[in-house]
């Protein structure tokens, strides 16, 4: 199995996951780039994972099924393109021989999901696939998704379900964030030094014309500030930022760390 992300609009990834004859994507929202890869590659599309409702994930669906015949995959809560099969929290979605566990993650919209597949949950036909997670827009390499739908609450409980993932997994985020997300991580923790060397790791990449993903869990746990917002260097920076006090509730702290990241320029 091969994992592509295919490059859509100014920062997007759709991703491929392939293994020679047959394709998997999430995210489709342009059709074109997922055509070409199939027709470049000469593969089959098998399935269509959707995370989320917005446009610039949703957009190609309707294109890529009607030409392709793939079944469409996606959250119960929310509208996605007609026909598809609804996922909930603890339902499967089996494909090339590929289980993924369905996660729910609302805060960015009210029914996101994410689609995990474990280290465990390959078949013999299906080969040897490391653990990866399509999270869409909930979490991003540095930073998270913005509070569209969701209260902040259920996106530290989203974010505290992807982290508790094992470190090992991939992260498949859905857009090329990761440099504007570091800086504003730096702001956070400047005496952060796994920071400091992921984000030249990342510079590095982005100077070669390389994408940043996918990331690494183990990775997001000592960098991502979102992930980190309990961590005291991360707590007391914010507490000092918004003027919290120091018996503010987690969600409280988590979301002044957003409005933080909403404000930071």
Known sequence: MTLVPLPAFADNYIWMLQDGRNAIVVDPGDAG????????????????????????????????????GAPVFGPARERIPQ??????QGDHADVLGLR??????????????????PANARTASAGDVAPLVFCGDTLFSGGCGRLFEGTPAQMLASLDALSSL???????????????NLRFAHAV???????????????????RGE????????????????????????????????????????AEVFAALRQWKNDFR
């Open 33 to 68: 780039p997922v055509f070409e890869a199939l027709r470049r590659d000469n593969l089959q599309l098998a399935a269509i994972l959707v995370t989320h409702h917005h446009a610039d994930h949703t957009g190609g669906v309707d294109a890529l099924r009607e030409a392709t």
């Open 83 to 88: 026909p598809y099969t609804p996922l909930v």
């Open 100 to 117: 993924f566990e369905i996660i729910e993650v609302p805060g960015h919209t009210a029914g996101h999901i994410a689609y995990f597949l």
């Open 166 to 180: 094992p470190g090992p997994t991939r992260v498949c985020c859905a857009h090329e964030y990761t440099l504007a």
């Open 189 to 207: 923790e400047p005496g952060n030094a796994d920071l400091a060397q992921y984000t030249a790791q990342c510079e590095a990449l982005r100077a």
């Open 211 to 250: 994408p940043t993903l996918p990331s690494q869990l183990a990775t997001e746990r000592r960098v991502n500030p979102f992930l980190r917002s309990r961590e005291s260097t991360v707590r007391l920076a914010v507490q000092a930022q918004a003027g919290l006090s120091a018996q503010a509730a987690e």
